[in-house]
């Protein structure tokens, strides 16, 4: 089989550099749980960050940090 007849994979460079560990805070609104937010998404840690308010997953998006996903809870 050619090259060009392999299956094509489904492995993207983005999908390369994707975080390698995922973590849930709660509490991500303000305080402790904030900071370890920013921290671990500046560590290339995939985040899912639970806030009470619309405005605090606002500022999330706004803040655009890398592997943050802002929950509603």
Not at 22 to 28: D, E, L, P, Q, R
Not at 43 to 57: E, L
Not at 60 to 67: C, M, T, W
């Amino acid at each position: 089989m050619s090259e060009s007849n392999l299956p094509q994979s489904n492995v993207s460079e983005s999908n390369l550099s994707a975080p390698k560990k995922t973590v849930v805070i709660t509490g991500a609104s303000s305080g402790i749980g904030r900071s370890c937010v920013v921290r671990m998404s500046r560590d290339g840690w995939r985040v899912f960050a639970t806030v009470r308010k619309a405005a605090d997953s606002d500022h999330y998006f706004s803040e655009a940090l890398p592997g943050v996903f802002p929950l509603m809870m």
